[in-house]
C-alpha cells in the first residue's frame, strides 16, 4: 500500500515489533482465533466448610490453562507480524493514512472505552464488549471480576462479539486497507488474527493501540485524551493511574489538588458510613434491652 508521504511497510523477520506484555487487558477469549469462544468462564468453585467458616477456592486448573492460551497466542500473533501477514504502524503513520490517504480505521474496543475518545471518521466494531448476561455463570464471573481488581480498575467483564466477522464483513471487502485499533493493542491484534483468518489481505496493526498516540496524531471526537479511554473505578476517580500521573506532572498544583479533594472526601464519607454504622448498632442493642 503505497500512500502519499507515508511508507506502510510489511514487517519482515529482521523488523519485528517487541509485543508488549499486556494480558491482564484481555480477555481469555481473544486467545482463541474462533467465533465459538466461551463467554462464560469454565473454572470451577468449590465451597469448602471448614470450622464454620466458609472458603470459596478458585480451581488453579484454570488459570493454568489460561497461561497456555495466552503463550500459544503470543506465538501466533508474533509469527502473522514475523512473516509480514500483518503489517505494524505507529499511531502517527496511522493517523497520515486516514487524513491523507482516507484509509479506513475499524476501532474494535469495547464499548465503555470507545465512548470516552474515538478517531474522527472510523468505524466501530468490537471485537469484545461488556457482558450484560444476567445468568449464574456471568454472575459468578462479574463478582470475581469486581473482588480481584474490578472496583480499582473499573474494568467490566468482557464476552467476545461472536458477530465480529460478519460485521466487518458487512462494511468492507476483503481486499480494503483496514487499520485496526485499539486502546492497547493487545486486542487488536486479536482481531487482525480473526480477520486474517477470514481471509483480509491488507490489514495493519496500531501498535500500542490508541493509548501510545498524541494529540496531534490523529484526530480525536470524544469527551476525553485517548490515553484517559481505558481507565476507570476507584483508581481514576483518585488519580492513580499511570495516565493521570504523567498527566499531573504537565498540568501542575491544580490537578493534583483536585484528586487530593477527592480522597479526603472518601476518607470522610468511609468515616461518617462507620460511624453511623456504629450509632445504630447502639440504637438497636438499646431497643432490644427494652
Known sequence: ????????????????????????????????????SPSVSRSKIRHIFKGGIRMQVVEEEYEVKQMR????????????????KVNVLSPREAGYAVKLSSK??????????????????STWIPIFDTDD?????????????????????GIPILSYNKE????????FSKDTDLIVACQKGMR??????????????????VQGGLE?????????????????????????????????????????????????ARLLGLIFAVDALFLGAQQVGRYLQDFRSH
Open 133 to 153: 448476561q444476567v445468568n449464574v455463570g456471568t454472575l459468578s464471573r462479574k463478582i470475581t471480576g469486581f473482588m480481584m481488581g474490578g472496583w480499582w480498575s
Open 104 to 121: 479506513a480505521l475499524l476501532d474494535v474496543r469495547p464499548s465503555y472505552e470507545r465512548k470516552k475518545a474515538w478517531v474522527k471518521g
Open 212 to 260: 501510545a498516540a498524541e494529540e496531534e496524531d490523529l484526530e480525536r471526537e470524544g469527551p476525553q485524551p485517548f490515553r484517559f479511554a481505558g481507565i476507570g473505578g476507584l483508581s481514576e476517580f483518585l488519580g492513580w493511574t499511570d495516565q493521570q500521573r504523567a498527566a499531573a506532572a504537565n498540568e501542575g498544583l491544580g490537578y493534583r489538588l483536585v484528586f487530593s
Open 69 to 84: 492460551d495466552m503463550a500459544a497466542a503470543r506465538k501466533r500473533w508474533e509469527a502473522l507480524v514475523r512473516d509480514g
Open 188 to 205: 487488536s491484534l486479536a482481531a487482525c488474527e480473526l480477520l486474517y483468518n477470514a481471509g483480509y489481505e491488507n490489514i495493519f496493526w
Open 1 to 36: 500500500m503505497a500512500t502519499s508521504s507515508l511508507q506502510l511497510r510489511p514487517i519482515n523477520a529482521f523488523s519485528t515489533p517487541h509485543i508488549p506484555n499486556r494480558w491482564n487487558h484481555l480477555s481469555d477469549s481473544a486467545l482463541m482465533p474462533r467465533a465459538a
Open 164 to 171: 465480529f466477522i460478519s460485521k466487518v464483513a458487512e462494511k
